[in-house]
């Protein structure tokens, strides 16, 4: 790829790592806390799990480790969707197997777990290493979203890693593929492989979060660069004073991105969807508070705004919830008869009597396009694809419905002019921010530290993350105590527990106290693009989530 300025100049900047990364690599030694337990259904993990359940906490502090310099051969992946910083996450790696021996070597899978399975490799040499330091997306490998489940795929990857000679594999992905590496490292094991498996936490969505954890990478990079975009819509409606905009931004489920972003900019409104879902708001009462915001700030003289709307929204709407589940279940039973449908027409009348009637009473009602975009193709987990149902598109027709009624009662006198987005793909590779430059350096380099300690089934952890990074810590957090048991496809399955928005939570608290002003006054805040250069107050502060999280 071409080279921008900016990405030139990015080559040169050093990521920072917590102190006791630093230095020697000798010098890291490791501590173990007390054995763990899982979240939940222990007696279950533990059966799954024979080998590796409940190990230890792992800290590492300045010590003396000469195990450290072994030469080790590792291979790492990129699992899901992009996130900033991925190609940090490998430089830090890289560069701690390299200091450790210089003869050590690191592969990179190519596609995603895939690559794992099929042994498609590269050797991730100083010179590739060197083109993507610093830089956005996942292109130094590639990603994909398989995911290792059949016994084939267990044998194959098991295949793979003794054909070469791997002592590690490093995962970086979401909870789905840490998931999958703590089974990966089980499997290895008991079937007498010693390849030991580190998993690193990566998501925009910021759901993969814990006491241990305090965020997944890529989330302060993905909410900054939106932030700024929404931003610059609120000063430009603000000059211009006759649009709404109706902003969907990205987060499979979770709303931790609408709520930082909320947080960030001030907008006039932001639906979280874990809210709605515990207070059963239904669609209607949603366009009720939409259209009574747009209602006072008509009567102030404000006929524009910004409106934030989390990606996952639908499946939080109780009934839409109900209808999706419905379509899940109805077109994974009669997969065959559903795909020889050619036209929505036929589709619509082929689940006539297959839903129940409120769910098809429902879908009749969508607008035809949102309709269909219920319809399309499922992910491989089987789940709707939220990211391309255009939520935006069914809030605005029902909102300028409501307020036709409205104006016709005399209950509304303004302009309704909306205009809709999404930001979602162009959060997810930009360059990483100064903060996730160096987390996920740090959790590159932990990863290192965490195999040439003998270590596997574990997730690199660095924390104390509102500090400046010499002050983090950094060590690994045992995979199987961050799990449960949950309902999947109709077996019970082991799974990293996913972290939604918490309505006790700091942030969301924080949020809730100003958000009747905000639907009423203009309070923006206009945050600008992310700073790569100058003071450490503009350039390496972390998300307002965080430090709100940490009492800040
Ligand atoms: P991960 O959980 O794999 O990090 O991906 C999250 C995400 O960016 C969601 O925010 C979004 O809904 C989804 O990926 C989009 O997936 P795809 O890239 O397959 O369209």
């Not at 910004?306 to 994974?332: H, M, Q, R, S, Y």
């Not at 006539?352 to 009749?364: E, P």
């Not at 309070?523 to 940490?550: A, K, M, N, W």
Request: charged residues 25%; negative net charge; proline residues 4%.
């Amino acid at each position: 790829m071409n080279k921008s300025a900016l990405q030139t100049a990015r080559y040169a900047y050093k990521p920072k790592l917590p102190e006791c990364l630093s230095g020697s690599v000798e010098d890291i030694d490791v501590e173990f806390g007390s054995p763990t337990e899982a979240i939940s259904d222990r007696e279950e993990l533990r059966e799954i799990f024979k080998i590796t359940y409940g190990k230890p906490l792992a800290a590492f502090k300045k010590g003396k480790n000469e195990k450290i310099k072994r030469e080790l051969k590792v291979g790492v992946i990129l699992s899901g969707g992009q996130a900033p910083g991925g190609h940090n996450v490998i430089a830090g790696l890289f560069d701690g197997l390299k200091k450790g021996n210089p003869n050590s070597t690191l592969y990179g899978f190519e596609g995603g777990p895939s690559g794992l399975i099929e042994n498609k490799t590269i050797v991730l040499t100083q010179e590739i290493v060197d083109e993507y330091r610093n830089t956005g997306g996942f292109d130094i490998i590639g990603s994909g979203r398989t995911k290792i489940e059949t016994q084939e795929q267990f044998t194959s990857s098991l295949e793979t890693v003794k054909k070469l000679g791997l002592y590690a594999v490093v995962v970086i992905g979401g909870d789905d593929s840490n998931t999958n590496a703590a089974l990966l490292a089980e499997y290895f094991l008991s079937n007498g492989s010693s390849t030991q498996v580190i998993g690193c936490p990566k998501t925009i969505d910021g759901d993969l979060k814990n006491e241990y954890i305090e965020t997944s990478f890529g989330f302060d990079t993905a909410c900054k660069t939106y932030s700024e975009l929404i931003g610059n819509l609120c000063r430009d409606t603000n000059s211009a004073k006759k649009y709404w905009h109706f902003i969907k931004l990205m987060g499979r489920s979770a709303s931790h991105i609408a709520l930082e972003c909320a947080l960030q900019t001030q907008p006039n409104i932001c639906l979280i969807s874990e809210e709605i879902e515990a207070k059963n708001l239904s669609l209607d009462k949603i366009i009720e508070q939409i259209c009574s915001s747009i209602v006072k700030r008509a009567e102030n003289g404000d006929n524009f705004g910004v409106i934030l709307i989390p990606e996952g929204l639908v499946e939080f709407i109780p009934e839409i919830k109900k209808l999706i589940e419905e379509l899940n279940d109805t077109i994974a039973d009669e997969e065959e008869s559903f795909s020889s449908l050619t036209n929505f027409a036929d589709q619509l009348q082929w689940f006539a009597g297959r839903l129940s009637d409120i769910s098809y009473g429902i879908l009749k009602t969508l607008p035809v396009e949102i309709a269909q975009q219920f319809l399309m193709d499922r992910d491989p987990h089987g789940n709707v694809q939220v990211s391309r149902i255009e939520t935006d598109k069914l809030l605005v027709g029902m909102t300028e419905k409501k307020l036709r009624i409205m104006k016709e009662k005399k209950q509304y006198k303004g302009k309704f002019s909306a205009l809709t987005h999404f930001f979602g793909y162009e959060g997810r590779c930009a360059f990483p921010s100064n903060f996730d430059a160096d987390y996920c350096y740090s959790l590159g380099y932990s990863a290192f530290a965490l195999i040439a300690s003998g270590l596997t089934g574990y997730l690199s952890s660095v924390r104390n993350l509102t500090a400046p990074a010499d002050k983090w810590s950094a060590g690994g957090v045992p995979l199987t105590m961050m799990m449960d048991l949950e309902h999947r496809h109709g077996a019970k399955k082991p799974v990293i527990k996913k972290a939604l928005v918490e309505l006790d939570s700091k942030p969301f608290k924080t949020f809730e106290e100003k958000r009747e002003i905000w639907a009423e006054k203009t309070c923006f805040l206009v945050p600008g693009s992310i700073q790569y250069f100058g003071p450490p107050e503009v350039c390496d502060t972390s998300t307002v989530t965080l430090r709100l999280e940490h009492g800040l």
